[in-house]
């Protein structure tokens, strides 16, 4: 049998209030100026994988890939501290993708494999458009296996590919198109209706018997009409989050998901479909394992962390909608290839040093010891959990940076070794020497069209 | 171990600087043939007399940069760099090569064009890199100081914010008596502490003039001085000290020190037999790129106790009618920052307070003085001091 092993969520820290631009109520998500889909894939991924074995493949679905040629994969592979033998799988074009890929994934468990499947989407929409208003940015990862500890089994399926111009986005588009909403819920509604029925159908199960419903799709007027096609009741319905979240493209119904298993018993029946451009369908069980395979960091643990005093024009201005003054620095230098190769534990994994002569740590690690001077004595130490405390810190007006000022700290860890870099997800006013602080995988900045990804410090979340 | 030292073998008989500021009309090239002219009349030598010379730049490529607007014909010229200390890398080796006896008269010369960069301070031009290192500005990276150094010694935060500024304060002070000076004019307590932040707790008027500007110095042994000037100046000590870049790296560094200057003063006090700073150093030029960076010098040096340094500042005893008068030309903070002349300038400002021409702003007979010059910041710098006599 395959199943979900563990899974993992992420929701940025920054909310947009939908008053700020007259769309009514409640908030969105909005991932800050330094992540995109593959530093929030990294963030979900780093709890889904804590405590569990090495997956053998790992699949990636986003619309928003930070690279348009490059495997965006492979990046997450790295900052995962994963191994280089492993295979990896980019879905995108369609924010269907999320779900296919954990069905993907299910399929190589079948296999006898496990798989690593992280959906995340930066979704923008334009100035006024409904999916800037109810869209919403975030992460979900999951570890599928034939394992008996799967907290959640696959029951049933079924899928569709469907030809249509609904939703659509040309390559030098920055924005998608919709056709009328009425023309695609006229063609996928009965697609996803079909898809749902032939997965309840191989489960032999009845929609009464399903305790949620996980409905998705890039036109809200599709899903509409399921629930009374069904006669699924209201209480069947998983919250949509949308008024705390919004829609985040193809990590939307494995968040949801998240949001179910964050609270799920066993035995528990759960149908997720997902329907752009066709549908996916998967009829899961909840197993015994659950209560010992949630993640640390629940669905309502993210959205309690929390700074929803986001202005809507820098939230243009971090996502390139909107044009803006450049600071009067020099823009930073991208980042080298041979130099990123050659310290790729220590930039991608935040992977450092311990001196096996006097077991300093050491931030890279270094030829030679800095505390003791041996030479050629270090062991590397993975340290992307690793908590640390401010030694010092200041606001920095002059950094080149989206959103300045820049909080830079020096911090100390607890099992030793000090960096200095730069805090994120924080409230200046919060800081003080002894801050406790926990590593996040980022997106420093782009030079000449290179992504600088590295880690930053952040107030634990 | 450490270093020999050349106690009084070198002299400099010649010095020359250009006016620091926004030169927008000067290029490197003018400010460097104003500045070596200067030093050339200064000596009452000619440029055929100048056996090699050492150029100071952070900018600038190869010796090149000063041979070619000089046109200097077929003579060794070397370019130096070490970060803001680079002035002074180039009086070092270009002192320890007449020592050593292989050139008679050399030249030490310094500049900077920054203002041609269009932004405020100056572009790095770092080699290739996994671009994983701070990117913290150079006015963030010395506030560092202040909440670390507040905390270590209790000092609250509205009387660091006063220790500093009034370091600000004195330092505008002396350069509004300094025709050369990027800021020539005294500035209000009131309106310093206000200043808009740049980092931390500083503010605009806590960060040291951006500018242009060069200057040379003409260099001999002893033996020779008198055949160019009759009052040249003694090179007691010349001491560097670069460190492992131990404050970003280690947990037992505090950010209320530097201890490459520690290390180099103390080589710098070995070389010149000087065994209480505090009442010995008649005056200093110090690298005040932050105010709160010549709040912890002053510890560093032995100038003040560990603690103590911010109630001198209060008291006024670095000021220029105090008993130990700090940059009294004005400091990188009133005279301005061109990074390459910055080491080469307070020499002359050791120039011509050892030899009693400082006008308006001279001390009271200065005996020894020390230039004190940092590329870096804190927590991985290199450090010079030298150590000045007029006789």
């Known amino acids: 049998m395959a199943g979900i092993i563990r899974y993992g969520s992420y929701l940025p820290y920054f909310r947009l209030k939908r008053s700020l631009f007259g769309a009514g109520r409640g908030e969105r998500t909005a991932a800050s100026y330094d992540e995109d889909s593959v530093s929030m894939a990294v963030e979900a991924a780093r709890d889904a994988l804590r405590g569990a074995a090495v997956p053998d493949s790992l699949i990636f679905a986003t619309t928003s890939p930070p690279y348009a040629e490059k495997l965006n994969a492979a990046t997450i592979c790295s900052a995962l501290d994963l191994p280089g033998a492993i295979r990896s799988v980019e879905l995108g074009s369609c924010s269907r993708m999320g779900l296919s890929g954990l069905l993907l994934g299910l399929d190589l468990a079948q296999g006898g494999g496990s798989t690593l499947v992280c959906a995340a989407d930066v979704v923008v929409g334009a100035p006024g458009s409904s999916r800037e208003s109810l869209g919403g940015d975030g992460a979900v990862a999951f570890l599928t296996g034939s394992n008996e500890d799967a907290i959640a089994i696959l029951k049933g399926r079924a899928c569709a590919t469907t030809e249509v111009v609904d939703v659509w986005r040309l390559p030098e588009d920055q924005f998608v198109r919709q056709w009328e909403e009425r023309f695609g819920a006229d063609v996928l509604s009965p697609i996803m209706l079909d898809a749902i029925k032939r997965a309840l159908d191989q489960a032999g199960v009845e929609p009464d018997e399903l305790k949620t419903v996980v409905l998705d799709s890039a036109n809200p007027r599709v899903t509409a009409a399921i629930p009374r096609a069904l006669k699924l009741n209201k209480e069947q319905f998983a919250n949509p989050l949308r008024d705390l979240v919004g829609r985040s493209g193809t990590a939307n119904a494995g968040l949801l998901l998240a949001c179910v298993l964050d609270h799920a018993v066993a035995g528990d029946l759960i149908l997720l479909a997902s329907a752009v451009d066709g549908c996916d369908v998967l009829l899961l069980e909840v197993t015994d394992n659950i209560d010992s395979g949630r993640p640390e960091r629940s669905i309502e643990r993210w959205l309690a962390s929390k700074r929803d005093d986001l202005s809507y024009h820098n939230y243009l201005k971090w996502r390139g909608v909107m044009p803006f003054e450049p600071p009067r620095r020099p823009e930073p230098e991208r980042p080298a290839a041979p130099a990123s190769n050659r310290s790729e534990h220590w930039k991608m994994a935040f992977v450092g040093g311990r001196c096996q002569s006097c077991g300093d740590m050491n931030l890279p690690a270094q030829r030679v010891c800095v505390k003791c001077g041996a030479a050629d004595q270090m062991r590397e130490e993975p340290y992307a959990d690793a908590i640390g405390r401010v030694a010092t810190y200041t606001l920095d007006h002059l950094a080149y940076s989206l959103q300045p000022p820049v909080l830079a700290a020096v911090v100390d860890f607890d099992e030793g070794g000090r960096i200095s870099c730069e805090l994120t997800d924080v409230d200046p006013a919060q800081v003080d020497i002894g801050t406790i602080l926990e590593m996040t995988f980022r997106r420093l900045y782009t030079g000449q069209g290179i992504h600088n990804y590295f880690w930053k410090a952040r107030p634990k979340r | ?391």
Request: hydrophobic content about 40%; aromatic content about 8%.
């Open chain 2, 1 to 391: 171990m450490a270093s020999n030292g050349i106690y009084d073998r070198v002299t400099i008989v010649g010095m020359g600087c250009t006016a620091f500021g926004e030169r927008w009309d000067q290029s490197a090239s003018d400010l460097l043939i104003d500045a070596t002219n200067e030093a050339f009349a200064s000596a009452g030598i000619e440029k055929e007399q100048v056996d090699a010379y050492w150029l100071g730049t952070a900018r600038g490529y190869s010796g090149r940069a000063l041979s070619e607007p000089l046109k200097i014909q077929y003579k060794p010229v070397t370019r130096v760099e070490n970060m803001c200390a680079t002035g002074s890398e180039a009086i070092r080796n270009a002192a320890y090569a007449v020592a050593s006896g292989a050139y008679d008269l050399v030249m030490a010369v310094g500049v900077e064009k920054i203002k041609d960069y269009g932004f405020a301070g100056m572009a790095g031009i770092l080699p290739p890199s996994d671009g994983t290192a701070s990117t913290m500005s150079p006015p963030a990276t010395f506030a560092l100081l202040v909440p670390a150094y507040a905390k270590k010694f209790g000092v609250d935060e509205q009387t660091m914010k006063k220790v500093i500024s009034r370091i600000a304060w004195k330092n505008h002070c002396n350069g509004a008596n300094n025709p050369k000076a990027q800021y020539r004019s005294e500035v209000a307590m009131e309106k310093i502490l206000e200043s808009p932040r740049v980092a931390g707790a500083f503010g605009i008027f806590d960060c040291s003039g951006v500018s242009d500007g060069a200057s040379a110095a003409v260099i001999c042994r002893a033996e020779d001085a008198h055949r160019y000037t009759d009052k040249p100046i003694f090179i007691k000590a010349l001491a560097l000290a670069a460190g492992p870049g131990e404050g970003y790296a280690s947990q037992d560094y505090d950010f209320t020190t530097f201890p490459e200057v520690v290390a180099s003063a103390e080589d710098a006090y070995k070389q010149a037999g000087i065994t209480n700073p505090r009442e010995q150093i008649s005056m200093a030029e110090v690298h005040d790129c932050f105010t709160a960076t010549e709040l912890v010098l002053m510890e560093d040096m032995g100038f003040s106790q560990r603690g103590e340094a911010w109630k001198d500042v209060l008291a006024g005893r670095f000021d220029s009618d105090g008993s130990q008068p700090i940059n009294p030309d004005g400091g990188l903070k009133s005279f301005g920052h061109p990074i390459g002349a910055s080491g080469l300038r307070m020499m002359y400002e050791m120039w011509l307070q050892l030899r009693g021409e400082a006008g308006q702003r001279q001390i009271v007979e200065p005996t020894l003085g020390l230039t004190h010059n940092l590329g870096g910041a804190p927590g991985s710098c290199v450090s010079f001091i030298s150590i000045m006599g007029k006789e």
